[in-house]
């Protein structure tokens, strides 16, 4: 464009032409803009300034974050590009804010993700990261978002990345989300520390490991009314642990997929919806009824025989006394005895001998 403006200059030596030759620039300017913006387009992207889409599809040897992405972007997808580290300010190389809103980055390879990430993306909106192989996540990963609404973490992270996540989302940057999925990680427990920082309206927890849902943590739901939870296809253990979370479900209306969460253990429960469990299957009273009452059985024994040591060591004079007249007693018994046994020997014997 500025090629075009400089030739043409150079044909306009008078001055009304010149003013000429300025209208037909402006003009052309104009007119080229969506030229301009085109070229503004990175390499192997598309871009459709229309919605402000930019879409760069890498066939696994683009290693990188595109550097000059077109500043009227709002929707930036990168798909293929074998990213490995999502490095600090990947998305800010001048270090100028981007007004991109949507972000999606799944199918990226991406293992590592490092402090201040997203730095320079303080209007995105909704954040996808699903389908990478994630092995680290910092704890300040997410720093810097506070608009982020959704966010995406399916089938994404491995066992290392799950064991930090729960740092990784315990920042109040993240005060706007509203949804967070995080299906098919193989998570054990709800990755969450604390549920008031946020804004969650939706929880998405299937197709993880989850076996039981603590009291604690139904205690954090039972407080964010607004939440809805969706946990199908875990393997619930539906032992008496399960008994808090059994009446969360129950009466709550929090659970959006309560009838599809089926217990896997114990064996004979296998196959049976949660919600379809009697009251008297969760009851830990039943259970631990046999224990208490052997420990209540061992209590009581030991307290009655302390209650006998006590009453031997109070009375330990009366039962010396008690005792050495027994033993008087005895003697006694016994000289009469030996007495009548030397008197009555000889009768004795004479009976033999007859
Ligand atoms: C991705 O990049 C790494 C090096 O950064 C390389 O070892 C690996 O083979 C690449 N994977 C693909 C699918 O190209
Ligand atoms: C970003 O930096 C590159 C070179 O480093 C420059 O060409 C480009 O104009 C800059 N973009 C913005 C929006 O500042
Ligand atoms: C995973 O995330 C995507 C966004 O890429 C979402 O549309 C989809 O519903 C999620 N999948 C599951 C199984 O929740
Ligand atoms: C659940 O996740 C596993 C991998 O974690 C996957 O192989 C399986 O297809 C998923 N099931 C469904 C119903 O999405
Ligand atoms: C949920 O339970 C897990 C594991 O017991 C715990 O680490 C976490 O802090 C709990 N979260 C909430 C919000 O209760
Ligand atoms: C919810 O469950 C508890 C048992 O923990 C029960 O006492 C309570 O009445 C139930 N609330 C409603 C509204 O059903």
Same mark, same amino acid.
């Given at each position: 464009?500025?090629?075009?403006?400089?030739?043409?200059?150079?044909?306009?030596?008078?001055?009304?032409?010149?003013?000429?030759?300025?209208? $037909? @620039?402006?003009?052309?300017?104009?007119?080229?803009?969506?030229? &301009?913006? #085109? %070229?503004?387009?990175? +390499?192997?992207?598309? $871009? @459709?300034?229309?919605?402000?889409?930019?879409a760069c599809r890498? &066939?696994? #040897? %683009?290693?990188?974050? +595109?550097?000059?992405?077109?500043e009227w972007t709002s929707a930036l997808v990168l798909q293929g590009r074998n990213i490995s580290v999502l490095q600090r300010g990947a998305f800010a190389a001048n270090g100028t804010e981007l007004g991109v809103t949507t972000l999606s980055l799944s199918e990226n390879g991406i293992q590592i993700i490092e402090p201040y990430a997203f730095l320079g993306l303080g209007r995105l909106h909704l954040l996808d990261l699903s389908h990478n192989q994630l092995t680290s996540i910092s704890a300040r990963a997410f720093h810097g978002l506070p608009e982020l609404r959704s966010l995406y973490l399916n089938y994404t992270l491995l066992?290392?990345?799950?064991?930090?996540?729960?740092?990784?989302?315990?920042?109040?940057?993240?005060?706007?989300?509203?949804?967070?999925?995080?299906?098919?990680?193989?998570?054990?427990?709800?990755p969450l520390a604390r549920l008031d920082i946020y804004n969650l309206h939706a929880l998405v927890l299937v197709n993880n490991s989850i076996e039981s849902v603590g009291s604690e943590n139904v205690t954090s739901l039972y407080q964010q009314r607004r939440?809805?939870?969706?946990?199908?296809?875990?393997?619930?253990?539906?032992?008496?642990?399960?008994?808090?979370?059994?009446?969360?479900?129950?009466?709550?209306s929090q659970c959006a997929d309560a009838a599809r969460l089926v217990c896997s253990e114990p064996?004979?429960?296998?196959?049976?919806?949660?919600?379809?469990?009697r009251d008297d299957?969760?009851?830990?009273?039943?259970?631990n009824l046999e224990a208490v009452s052997y420990v209540f059985l061992g209590i009581v024994?030991?307290?009655?025989?302390?209650?006998?040591?006590?009453?031997?060591?109070?009375?330990?004079?009366?039962?010396?006394?008690?005792?050495?007249?027994?033993?008087?007693?005895?003697?006694?018994?016994?000289e009469v005895y030996h007495y009548r046994y030397e008197q009555d020997s000889d009768p004795r014997l004479a009976n033999v001998a007859v």
């Open positions: 464009m500025r090629r075009f403006r400089g030739g043409d200059h150079s044909k306009c030596p008078s001055s009304t032409w010149s003013r000429w030759c300025l209208c $037909c @620039a402006a003009v052309a300017c104009v007119l080229c803009s969506p030229v &301009s913006a #085109e %070229d503004g387009c990175p +390499p192997s992207c598309t $871009c @459709a300034r229309d919605s402000g889409t930019v890498g &066939s696994g #040897e %683009d290693t990188d974050v +595109p550097g000059d992405i077109p066992p290392a990345a799950a064991a930090q996540l729960s740092d990784a989302l315990d920042t109040q940057s993240l005060r706007s989300l509203h949804r967070l999925e995080l299906a098919g990680n193989a998570l054990r427990s709800m939440l809805r939870v969706y946990l199908a296809l875990n393997p619930f253990r539906c032992s008496c642990e399960l008994e808090a979370f059994y009446y969360w479900l129950k009466n709550s064996e004979a429960k296998r196959g049976i919806p949660v919600e379809m469990l299957d969760l009851d830990c009273m039943n259970e024994l030991a307290l009655i025989g302390v209650v006998f040591l006590m009453v031997l060591y109070l009375n330990r004079r009366g039962i010396k006394r008690w005792l050495n007249n027994i033993r008087d007693a005895c003697r006694d018994q016994m």
